[in-house]
């Protein structure tokens, strides 16, 4: 029923949304615990740089990726030229552009589960000679374990579905940055392309399907006793 085109696009877009999840995870937790606990000027600055791509066009946030990682751009010169790590027209692009439009999402789950922990369960490990980084992760993300299995899954969700800020920054590139929105774009773009876009929509149907179902049954899971909740 797919072409090798298809069977291509369906495992990069699996590819890049793992690998987007996966890579800004801990700097999402770590973002979120500064936001939920942290006390610092500017916080509110912060908070808003965070959840930006939410509100910005995804256009822009792709121009704004290639400006700032592009070949020529000084970021992207020096990480190509010193650890060969190029992004724009790569797969590591379409990943890098899922992983900071699904930032927000992640950060902001993992956030309200920190903020739902009482404190003085943290104060209280604290005041029997823990170290803070131990407190860190032998109490507050077990205790917070349902946020970020919830915002890992729907940042995945949302690698799953990017596309204005992947086709800004990497193009629309067959069988190396071609995910399954950008390939349902070439369908409706080609004339007798309605059943290939078909085939693609329902496969992004049912992924996106079952990550939530996915999300549901790691809450579940995270929230029993003795595992985080």
């Known amino acids: 029923m797919f072409t090798a085109q298809e069977w291509t696009a369906i495992a990069l877009s699996l590819k890049v949304g793992a690998i987007a999840t996966v890579a800004s995870l801990p700097v999402a937790i770590a973002v979120a615990w500064l936001l ?33 990682f592009g070949r020529r751009a000084p970021i992207g010169a020096f990480l190509a030229e010193h650890f060969g790590l190029v992004f724009s027209f790569r797969w590591t692009g379409a990943a890098l552009a899922a992983a900071v439009m699904g930032f927000p999402l992640m950060v902001r789950a993992i956030r309200l589960s920190i903020e739902a922990i009482d404190e003085r369960i943290e104060q209280a490990a604290a005041s029997l000679g823990a170290p803070p980084l131990w407190v860190f992760a ?13 915002g890992a899954v729907l940042a995945f969700a949302k690698a799953l579905g990017e596309f204005g800020a992947t086709i800004t920054f990497v193009s629309n590139i067959p069988g190396q940055t071609q995910t399954i929105p950008a390939a349902i774009y070439t369908y409706t773009q080609t004339p007798g392309g309605d059943f290939g876009a078909l085939k693609l929509s329902l496969v992004a149907a049912v992924l996106a399907f079952g990550a939530l179902v996915a999300s549901e049954i790691a809450v579940r899971r995270a929230g029993r006793p003795g595992v985080g909740g």
């Open 36 to 68: 939920a606990r942290g006390r610092f000027p500017g916080k509110a600055l912060v908070d808003g740089l965070v959840h930006l791509p939410l509100v910005l066009p995804p256009v822009v946030t792709g121009w704004l990726l290639l400006l700032t």
């Open 138 to 150: 032998t109490v507050t993300l077990p205790l917070a374990a349902r946020g970020i299995a919830a």
